[in-house]
């Protein structure tokens, strides 16, 4: 069975500072990675995702992020952070075999303070 | 287009009631999950259906359930309610595959009193 593990609950950054949020994953073949981000009283929202490819994912709102396959590690990253960027971020994997439902993790929190 | 929708919006039960809470998916999606959200525990895949079946089911007891209609509108139910099942229930849709992209309704939040 798949897993992720977000090993930070808590992220704080200072405005304009570059950021970074960790995932590390754990699959059965090949993986399917997905970041989301969740504002107060809000659902989830979609902000990238790697499939194949290119190892570096860009996706909304500036963010990108590093898929790395040989330490198993999918961060989250953004050149210069922005106080509305704080938020609850997820990771979730899946994996190419096509019905097999996304596992989040249990979230990081990321305050970027002004 | 809509996104997806859940109702009510916030529930107070008391433990041992029944509950039921309702997603309607964005139109054209065919498949719903069902999320639990915890501060501890994070998010919890509790079942997916696409076309009226469950496609995968989580490790959840019996108690919680669901189902889906034809319009791919999708119920879920918590039965005999304890005081640990206050969270947040999230409902996701997407188009087909339980690997794709998955589009968030707000949830529905449920305290057990």
């Known amino acids: 069975a798949q897993s992720v593990a977000q090993p930070e609950d808590q992220v704080n950054v200072a405005e304009g500072n570059p950021l970074t949020v960790k995932c590390t994953y754990s699959v059965s073949g090949n993986p399917y990675l997905f970041w989301y981000v969740q504002y107060p009283n809000r659902g989830l929202q979609f902000l990238l995702k790697?499939?194949?490819?290119?190892?570096l994912v860009k996706g909304s709102y500036g963010f990108e992020a590093e898929f790395n396959k040989s330490q198993t590690s999918f961060h989250l990253k953004k050149p210069s952070a922005l106080v509305s960027d704080s938020a609850l971020y997820f990771c979730?994997?899946?994996?190419?075999?096509?019905?097999?439902?996304?596992?989040f993790g249990k979230g990081t929190r990321l305050s970027v303070i002004a | 287009k809509a996104g997806v929708t859940q109702t009510p919006r916030y529930l107070i039960k008391t433990r041992g009631q029944q509950v039921t809470l309702s997603c309607s998916p964005i139109s054209g999606h065919r498949s719903v999950s069902w999320y639990q959200q915890t501060p501890g525990q994070g998010l919890q895949f509790l079942f997916e259906?696409?076309?009226?079946?469950?496609?995968n089911k989580g490790n959840f007891p019996g108690r919680f359930s669901g189902r889906q209609f034809s319009n791919s509108r999708s119920e879920m139910n918590v039965s005999t309610l304890e005081l640990g099942d206050s969270a947040l229930y999230l409902c996701?849709?997407?188009?087909?595959?339980?690997?794709?992209?998955?589009?968030f309704g707000s949830g529905t939040q449920l305290s057990v009193l």
């Open positions: 996701a849709s997407s188009f087909g595959q339980s690997n794709e992209k998955l589009f």
């Open positions: 979730a994997v899946s994996t190419a075999q096509g019905n097999t439902p996304l596992v």
């Open positions: 259906y696409f076309s009226e079946t469950q496609r």
């Open positions: 790697y499939i194949t490819g290119d190892n």
